[in-house]
Nanobody, 121 residues
Framework: QVYLVESGGGLVQAGGSLGLSCAAS????????MGWYRQAPGKQRELVAE???????TYGDSVKGRVTISVDKVEKTGYLQVNGLNPEDTAVYYC???????????????WGQGTQVTVSS
């Protein structure tokens, strides 16, 4: 079994910052990419930021310049910092990782349970 456990989130005032973390646990052979997506009510899930296994980073257009992402490969934990929050950042934030389980040679997509981020104006 492989799990992604998220922490952070909550209620933040506009202009503030927020940190999220995501820890992968279980029988993991290899960590590939790791990052975050978010989904606001009535909208499609969108990319926030993601880091590949070789350190290439992709940012969503709506958060570029306001987001920092890092991944500790040894601890298999990712960290996301979002600055300059505004009410449009209100969404459920989901951790995503591509992981190869110990019992398989095939990388698979895994998702965290999601954490609510609410930005008040």
């Amino acid at each position: 079994q492989v799990y992604l456990v998220e922490s952070g989130g909550g209620l933040v005032q506009a202009g503030g910052s927020l940190g999220l973390s995501c820890a992968a646990s279980g029988s993991i052979f290899r960590l590939g990419s790791m990052g975050w997506y978010r989904q606001a009510p009535g909208k499609q899930r969108e990319l926030v930021a993601e880091v590949t296994s070789i350190g290439e980073t992709t940012y969503g257009d709506s958060v570029k310049g306001r987001v920092t992402i890092s991944v500790d490969k040894v601890e298999k934990t990712g960290y996301l910092q979002v600055n300059g929050l505004n009410p449009e950042d209100t969404a459920v934030y989901y951790c995503h990782a591509v992981l190869t389980p110990m019992d398989s040679e095939i990388p698979r997509n895994y998702w965290g349970q999601g954490t609510q981020v609410t930005v008040s104006s």
